[in-house]
């Protein structure tokens, strides 16, 4: 009899049978969000689970689920998994980077030249038929060519949007918690926070979430940036200040902002989505079909490797807490 794993999300009907291949399998086919008291439900007798941001596995949840002895996470942050209690419980948990660092860069600079050159709140004024003449100030942006990219967080994605920035003759800044050695051979200059904020032209937020790390970005650290200057976030919504950022716009002490993430999503901010300086898109920076099916199966194949299965039967491709390999 095989083993029964809980895939908490709807995912491509091929990762599906690769899962079936060695579990029982139950899915999500309707793609609902479970609630706490739903996976109260589901995840006993489940010795596995592929889950997504969406759900958070903590250690009241954990003491649910005796059985459970991984969780794969799709999606490259993990902030919805208690990683301690997790290695307490000793489960095995696993997240989905490097297949997501290009498509998600690629974005993020998407996102900056649509702040950047204001063409959301063009398109929509097109589209409303309001355009009756060519104008010399017609949707005055700013420049992306020849300024100061500030990058805040150069692991792999923070990395990946540097490396763009050379083919538009930009000066790159980044703040770290230390220095990167990799971000030397991009051109990158590592500063201090204070100094990123004040010297960007267009800042790119590409950290981690953490309790530490919320509202990063707040009222202080808006004042201290350029009023012409624009701000791109494609990490998670915490790391910035909603309402802290919407008086900013609001009061023409930022031009514009990209966001692709959001505190309470899907919750929106009303005053972001009524700001005609807001470029807001719904979570989807990784969301090219390619990534996003690498991503389903970098998942799925951490969670076979975790539960003794398949060529890396034991050492799954990217594991968080590898102390429980070593206890196991």
Known sequence: MKEKILVTRKVFPAVIERLREHF?????????????????????????????????????????????????????????????????????????????????????????????????????????????????????????????????????????????????GMSVLYHDRAPVDAARELG?????????????DHLIITMPYSAQAHHTIGRRELALMKRSAT????????????????????????????????????LVCSRLLASQKVVATPHIASASEKTRMAMANLAADNLIAALGYGAHAGRPPSVLNPQVLDTA
Request: proline fraction near 2%; hydrophobic fraction near 45%; aromatic fraction near 6%.
């Open 24 to 168: 029982d399998v139950e899915t999500n086919d309707g793609d609902q969000i479970y609630t706490r008291g739903e996976l109260e439900v589901r995840m006993p007798g489940k010795v596995g689970a592929l889950v997504s941001a969406t759900e958070s596995i903590d250690a009241p949840l954990l003491r649910h689920c005796t059985s459970l002895r991984a969780v794969a996470n799709l999606a490259v942050g993990y902030n919805n998994l208690d990683l301690a209690a997790l290695s307490t419980a000793k489960v095995i948990a696993t997240n989905t980077p490097d297949v997501l660092t290009e498509s998600t860069a690629d974005f993020g600079w998407a996102l900056l030249m649509a702040t950047a050159r204001r063409t959301g709140e063009a398109e929509r004024w097109l589209r409303l038929g309001l355009w009756e003449k060519w104008a010399l100030d017609l949707f005055l942006g700013v420049d992306v060519h020849g300024t100061t990219l500030g990058v805040l967080g150069m692991g792999r994605i923070g990395r990946a949007v540097a490396r763009r920035a050379g083919g538009f």
């Open 188 to 200: 990158a200059r590592y500063c201090g926070k204070d100094e990123l904020l004040r010297a960007a």
């Open 231 to 266: 701000l791109v976030n494609i990490s998670r919504g915490g790391l910035v200040d909603e309402e802290a950022l919407a008086d900013a716009l609001a009061e023409g002490r930022l031009a514009g902002a990209g966001l692709d993430v959001f505190e309470q999503e899907p």
